[in-house]
């Protein structure tokens, strides 16, 4: 089986997450999804306020060799098992998502067209666009609701890894997109003409 790799990259909070779940109608039991954030390092040897205090959008947070080498597997046609994140402990959690080899496979993640080893694997790179204002409104609405954070830590972290981090790394990583995508879940039109490359992919089984 040949699995078609969809890269969806894009800043903290541009829609990411809002645009694959408008995906899944498509991709039905076809597709899979592996989230970058899922291989964030475990940082298991330090303490919960340590683990507070990393910076988590800067690329040596994530075990990135390991997220190509389980894409290689599924490449290979070998089932993985994706680790999964505990946002509120800042860690690990015990539990793992298996993933099987299928037609597509979504690889969503702010980072995902920055490292070059990630990127050469994929088939198409999307890159969601959207306004900084827009984004730190739905940052500091998902943080304080789904993940229990303060205002204030929400704001601090923005100022001193997000904002820096966006500006250095993932801004950047969009002129290796194939595709930009602007206002990210709100641009209707340009989901929708993903959402048909997808189908033209499952009953065709090419791009």
Known sequence: MHTYFIGLAGGTAS??????RMLEDVLTDKGQIIYLD?????????TLEERKQLNYDHPD????????KDIKKLKAGKTIQMPVYD????????????VDPCPVIIVEGM????????RELLDLKVYI???????????????TQERGRSLSSI???????????????IGPSKKYAD????RGAENENGVRILKEHIRSILAHGTC
Do not use: N
């Open 15 to 20: 829609g990411k997450t809002t645009i694959v």
């Open 38 to 46: 899922s291989y964030y390092h475990a940082f298991s040897d330090k």
């Open 61 to 68: 947070s994530f075990d990135l060799e390991a997220l190509v």
């Open 87 to 98: 946002y509120v402990g800042f860690t690990r959690s015990e539990d793992c998502v298996t």
């Open 111 to 118: 980072l995902v067209l920055w490292y070059p080893q990630l």
């Open 129 to 143: 666009d959207t306004a900084d204002d827009e984004r730190l409104i739905r940052r500091i609405r998902r943080d």
């Open 155 to 169: 704001l601090d972290q923005y100022q001193t890894t997000v904002k820096p981090m966006h500006e250095q790394f």
């Open 179 to 182: 595709i930009i995508i602007p």
